[in-house]
T-cell receptor
Framework: DTEVTQTPKHLVMGMTNKKSLKCEQH?????MYWYKQKAKKPPELMFV???????INESVPSRFSPECPNSSLLNLHLHALQPEDSALYLCASSPLTSGNTGELFFGEGSRLTVL | AQSVTQPDIHITVSEGASLELRCNYS??????LFWYVQSPGQGLQLLLKYFSGDTLVQGIKGFEAEFKRSQSSFNLRKPSVHWSDAAEYFC????????????FGKGTLLTVNP
């Protein structure tokens, strides 16, 4: 199983809603990532979890709240978002073997629209 | 700080023609280099990677890339492009070790004419 699975594929929410994006991998990878990608731009790193602990937060606004319940799951909780937060949210994972090469395995993404 | 430059924002080729997408990186040592492809509305798929050893690396879908240390380049090539290759291509670099930050280039959009 070499997949990273993200749900939902599409999400439309109002600015007062609370929703969550989910990500799952069963490759035994111990690093998991959230990226945000706007149209015609490269992915931008948001958060990194390493061994289920938050390692990197790229100064992301608190209306985005990540959670890593176990080594296979990664959530992104969304609350009080703004229309400019509309984007493709990509989850990725990577193995943490010695000499981490940084190779990422990406999911298909969740397309978020904030009205 | 490491950086990646993809000089071409948009390239158009005819189906069956050869392709070369350029990528230059800035980093003191030899970094770990990657090419990813992204079809519209999809995630990123790894095409190939270079860590060390043979400087010509083969990837999936008939792609190859050559690492040239003297030019700080890692250009992606394909001898004959198919219409299904139309997509966005991202070059990326990571300095390895415990660094989790993959630095992406801005991407090159490939259009394939029939």
């Amino acid at each position: 199983d070499t997949e990273v699975t993200q749900t939902p594929k599409h999400l439309v929410m109002g600015m007062t809603n609370k929703k969550s994006l989910k990500c799952e991998q069963h490759m035994g990878h111990r690093a998991m990532y959230w990226y945000k990608q706007k149209a015609k731009k490269p992915p931008e790193l948001m958060f990194v979890y390493s061994y289920e602990k938050l390692s990197i937060n790229e100064s992301v606004p608190s209306r985005f709240s990540p959670e890593c319940p176990n080594s296979s799951l990664l959530n992104l909780h969304l609350h009080a978002l703004q229309p400019e937060d509309s984007a493709l949210y990509l989850c990725a994972s990577s193995p943490l073997t010695s000499g981490n090469t940084g190779e990422l395995f990406f999911g298909e993404g969740s397309r978020l629209t904030v009205l | 700080a490491q950086s990646v430059t993809q000089p071409d924002i948009h390239i158009t080729v005819s189906e069956g023609a050869s392709l070369e997408l350029r990528c230059n990186y800035s980093y003191g040592a030899t970094p770990y280099l990657f090419w990813y492809v992204q079809s519209p509305g999809q995630g990123l798929q790894l095409l190939l990677k270079y860590f060390s050893g043979d400087t010509l690396v083969q990837g999936i879908k008939g792609f190859e890339a050559e690492f040239k240390r003297s030019q700080s380049s890692f250009n992606l090539r394909k001898p004959s492009v198919h219409w299904s290759d139309a997509a966005e291509y991202f070059c990326a670099v990571n300095r390895g070790g415990s660094n989790y930050k993959l630095t992406f280039g801005k991407g090159t959009l490939l259009t394939v004419n029939p």
